[in-house]
């Protein structure tokens, strides 16, 4: 156990919030590290109890404005590699991109120049006047990574906070000590290499699952946006590709669509990492999903992309004001709206109950409605619906076969440790699954709905039945790690026979 401080400690004056233990937990680190600063004399440390000192240089080491200066320790200069290994990582990442960018400008500049690849508008012919509408494509994808990876940051909080019953306001502070961090470190991604995985108060551990989700938010912007602000990856929506940006016909209602694409894609990577750490989603961020994506659709119907019917309309896209600019009250076009809402809620009820073989096989509405499976099957229910909202009802189909498909992929590799196997369930791995599953969606929407093989709007009835078939298979390989049907028998308290039977 380690000593307690005084509460007029200088060192507990500064960290300000929690006891010591909570700075620091490994007792063999603190250790090691403070025997630089002992007498010659006392070369023999005590690792169960070290002494209230031991604790204060600790504190004072890793952070040089505690204590006073004859008490710290002079840092070798070999140590700071170590003690930051990924700042070189950071820096190698940069480089990287920076050179695939140029790479690409000047090589998708040469090949329209050369007539190698089709462009449109005046932007067309010497090289150097090809240079600049490739420039305007790295800048559009770099701005969209950029606002990706700070939304990422921002669902990490939302995350960690909201389960917690914990405000998402405020500033970003250490899991750990609770120190807030500062501004430099808040940068997403490369402010957890730049500090070596490690807070800068506390030096200990920072998961490394914050820069992860930063990165695969990043990813997921730089993808819908660019391909949206394009106009080339939305059925009924969209004009061919052109490969550039040459003559930008940038709309009103391409910036609403991707900017509704892109808040949908980010509660659902919200709600599939809540489940992934076995806490409910939340009411808040189901009353937020409830009100941006149907109150979307319903105020501009447009925003459902895709009929409910199984054969278009000829008047589809409907004629709302984000297409024609003039607010116009249609009785047929709201309730082709709800229509469109009710059909994807209808499916996602259908689609949860049948995986909740898989993920769920003992929740029970009427008999448990309170109950921990019956919780996992309406978590379920509410992350399907995000995928149906999105992209109707006729793809969610193909969605969640691709999904399921991911995540045994990801049940295989992790098998081996029965541990980790056991924490990440089969509704961990399908709620991570699907936010990713969902992006490949929306980016390739109009190539997989023109190809004949995959459900959507244009296709036939057969190939959606054969998916909706698909869908109730998936229990047979989606299979929890649990052993949900030999669960030890609950504990009994009472005594036994044999133990009434002494005491009487």
């Not at 006073?68 to 190698?92: G, I, K, M, V």
């Not at 979307?296 to 054969?311: A, D, E, F, R």
């Not at 029970?364 to 099957?377: A, V």
């Amino acid at each position: 156990m380690l000593a307690r401080l005084p509460s007029a400690s200088p060192v507990r004056q500064q960290l300000g919030r929690g006891p010591p233990k909570r700075v620091c937990r490994d007792e063999s680190f603190l250790v090691r590290r403070s025997r630089g600063n002992r007498p010659a004399g006392l070369d023999v440390l005590d690792k169960q109890s070290p002494s209230r000192h031991d604790i204060a240089d600790e504190l004072s080491w890793g952070r040089p404005e505690l204590g006073s200066p004859r008490s710290r320790p002079s840092e070798p200069r070999r140590l700071s590699r170590r003690r930051h290994p990924y700042r070189d990582l950071a820096a190698l990442i940069l480089a990287t991109y920076f050179a695939v960018t140029a790479l690409y400008v000047v090589a998708t500049a040469w090949a329209v120049s050369t007539g190698r690849l089709p462009a449109t508008g005046r932007w067309q012919g010497a090289f150097q006047d090809a240079l600049l509408p490739r420039i305007n494509e790295v800048v559009v994808f770099t701005f969209f990574a950029a606002c990706g990876a700070s939304v990422g940051s921002f669902l990490n909080v939302v995350v960690w906070r909201l389960p917690q019953g914990l405000g998402v306001g405020g500033h970003s502070f250490c899991p750990r000590c609770r120190n807030t961090l500062r501004v430099r470190d808040n940068v997403p991604v490369f402010g957890w290499l730049w500090l070596g995985g490690r807070c800068r108060d506390c030096r200990l551990p920072i998961s490394p699952r914050y820069p992860i989700v930063e990165a695969c938010l990043a990813v997921t912007f730089a993808l819908v946006g660019t391909v949206e602000l394009y106009g080339w990856n939305l059925p009924f929506q969209s004009t061919p590709f052109r490969w550039s940006m040459d003559s930008p016909r940038v709309s009103g209602t391409q910036l609403l669509t991707a900017i509704y694409h892109l808040v949908g894609l980010s509660v659902a990577w919200a709600m599939g990492l809540i489940r992934y750490d076995g806490n409910r989603i939340p009411s808040p961020l189901v009353i937020f999903a409830a009100v941006w994506l149907m109150g979307g659709q319903l105020l501009c119907p447009s925003l459902g992309i895709v009929p409910w019917q199984m054969t278009v309309p000829t008047d589809w896209p409907p004629a709302d004001w984000l297409q024609s600019g003039q607010w116009t009250f249609d009785s047929a076009m709201v309730t082709n709206a709800l229509m469109r809402l009710l059909t994807a809620l209808a499916a996602a009820a259908f689609f949860a109950r049948v995986l909740a073989r898989a993920c769920c096989p003992h929740a029970d509405l009427k008999l448990d409605p309170m109950g921990e499976q019956t919780g996992r099957l309406i978590d379920l229910t509410l992350l399907i619906a995000v995928v149906s909202l999105m992209v109707g009802w006729q793809a969610t189909s193909g969605v969640l076969v691709a999904a399921s498909g991911l995540a045994w992929l990801w049940g295989r590799i992790i098998e081996q440790d029965v541990a980790v196997a056991d924490r990440h369930n089969a509704l961990a791995r399908l709620a991570v699954c699907l936010p990713v599953v969902l992006t490949c969606q929306i980016v390739l929407w109009r190539s997989l709905s023109q190809s004949g093989w995959w459900p959507g709007e244009h296709s036939s009835p057969g190939l959606i039945m054969a998916y909706g078939l698909g869908t109730l298979l998936i229990p047979l390989w989606l299979r929890d790690p649990l052993k949900w049907d030999h669960a030890p028998p609950p504990h009994d308290p009472s005594p036994g026979i044999e133990q009434r039977i002494d005491r009487e």
